[in-house]
């Protein structure tokens, strides 16, 4: 069938999926070259020419050659560098995902489009199979970190806010607390996973995720109190970061192991600014009635 007998409105989702087969064929490609294990690498690849004949595919149709779209395909290469191969491949495969559903809407011009839906669905499987990430094995480790910071070095900055009002004394204090209870989560995740001789993850490694996670969270929720004076917009700065890290953290998470993400990112939301708002009231109620100055 020419493009000339297409409707214009068939004319632009055949380009369409031509400009995203071509894109996709080069991401793998790129992908492809940054795996170390070969196997992998060969899948990638593979499926990158099975991604080049669906172009050429609709080149033929369309007698038009489209070049890869070169932001997205950087984007996404370093989403695979920076996030893990991972979170790339499911945002890829969201992507393809909605590819797949538009060819069923035109099965009845092009039924060989079949074939194209049935390659895209035994490349999730073939990237299923193979990824095998070390930064998910550790995942559990890593929000263990990460939610106890937040929620404890949260409330105990709130507190700190309300009983101090000194934004120097409450970075310094929540610095040293931050930092010794990153150590104390280390040591004891490090100590329960000794405790099971059976567990598939190394409890140095997970201990190491445990309190990096954690010392970065004191960081970042800390740093407003040492760039200015006022202890209220130091207090909002960190409860947005708050927020930030929460939904940033969530949305990679639940990206790579498909979990649902509303329900992950208002579960953590609400601890993290339930037990603020205790802190805000302990932290009143320690100034007024001890009658603490400083």
């Known amino acids: 069938m020419n493009i000339s007998a297409l409707s214009p409105e068939l004319k632009k989702k055949i380009l369409r999926f031509q ?16 795996l170390p294990d070969a196997s992998n690498a060969d899948i990638m690849r593979r499926i990158a020419e099975d991604e080049r004949k669906h172009t050429l595919r609709w080149e033929s149709i369309t007698g ?3 070049k890869p779209q070169g932001l997205k395909v950087s984007l996404f290469v370093f989403l695979a560098r920076f996030l893990g191969l991972t979170f790339a491949v499911k945002k890829l495969e969201k992507g393809e995902a909605d590819g797949q559903n538009g060819y069923a809407g035109i099965l009845a011009d092009f039924p060989d489009v079949q074939a194209i839906i049935d390659e895209e669905n035994s490349h999730e499987d073939a990237l299923v199979a193979m990824i095998d990430e070390e930064r998910l094995k550790y995942a559990g480790s890593v929000v263990l970190g990460l939610n106890d910071a937040l929620v404890e070095l949260t409330g105990a900055l709130a507190g700190f806010t309300f009983a101090f009002q000194n934004t120097r004394l409450v970075a310094m204090t929540g610095l040293i607390t931050g930092v010794s209870a990153a150590f104390s989560m280390a040591a004891s995740e490090y100590l329960s996973q000794r405790s099971e001789p059976d567990s598939q993850i190394s409890a140095g490694k997970s201990s190491l995720y445990t309190g990096i996670a954690y010392i970065i969270t004191v960081f970042l929720l800390v740093l407003p109190f040492f760039l200015t004076a006022n202890f209220l917009l130091a207090l909002g700065s960190t409860l947005i970061l708050v927020i930030l890290i929460i939904l940033g953290f969530n949305y990679y998470l639940c990206t790579a192991k498909d979990l649902p993400f509303r329900r992950h990112f208002l579960e953590m939301f609400a601890v993290s600014m339930g037990v603020t708002l205790l802190s805000f009231g302990v932290g009143m109620a320690v100034k007024k009635f001890l009658g603490v100055e400083i």
């Open 64 to 66: 038009t050659r489209l």
């Open 19 to 34: 400009q995203d087969e071509a894109t996709n064929a080069e991401i793998y490609e790129r992908v492809a070259n940054l």
